[in-house]
């Protein structure tokens, strides 16, 4: 245990005997726990001994707590990988042409020429600009000028570029 990184106030009991009345340290660790349990155990009253299973009950609790920040931290890691996938798929759409099963209000399918793709708060957009014709002399698409940000997982249909 690291003496330097663990501030602890100690008390003396109406029996001279000393105990520990606080610790304080972000970063104990089992280990540290169980030499804290020990040092408590030499220094106790050998007429008034403490209750171990109240100190076993915290020791499972502090390991309890340890188990679930680590599965936190690997639960994150894994988030930021999966999103780190999605987005690197999801960049194979850039430039084309997608549906997402919604009408326009002529009654066709809604279509999308994708520019981006990005994560927002944890969930993959597209940014893309809604298809809203065809000039026959130019032979051009004609776009909505505002683009519109689809959700990834509401893609139905994705083309190659062109209608």
């Known amino acids: 245990m690291a003496v330097d990184t663990v501030n602890s106030e100690v008390g003396v009991d109406k029996n001279g005997n000393p105990y520990t009345k606080a610790i304080s340290n972000d970063k104990l660790t089992n280990e540290d726990f169980l030499q804290l349990m020990l040092q408590e155990l030499k220094l106790q009253d050998p007429t008034k001994p403490m209750d171990s299973t109240q ?4 020791q499972l609790q502090m390991s309890t707590l340890e188990t679930n920040m680590a599965t936190i931290d690997a639960m994150k890691s ?8 999605a987005l690197s798929s999801a960049s194979n759409i850039i430039g ?3 549906e997402t099963g919604e009408m326009s209000e002529a009654g066709v399918q ?4 994708v520019n981006s793709v990005e994560i927002i708060n944890g969930t993959l957009y597209m940014q893309g600009h809604q298809i809203v014709g065809y000039n ?3 032979g051009e698409l004609l776009y909505k000028a505002e683009p ?5 997982n509401k ?3 994705v083309m190659n570029g062109s209608v």
């Open 55 to 58: 100190m076993m009950d915290s």
């Open 78 to 85: 894994l988030q930021s990988s999966f999103a780190q996938t």
């Open 96 to 98: 084309q042409i997608i």
């Open 110 to 113: 809604k279509q999308f020429k």
């Open 136 to 138: 026959e002399e130019t």
């Open 148 to 152: 519109d940000f689809i959700e990834y």
């Open 155 to 157: 893609i139905t249909r």
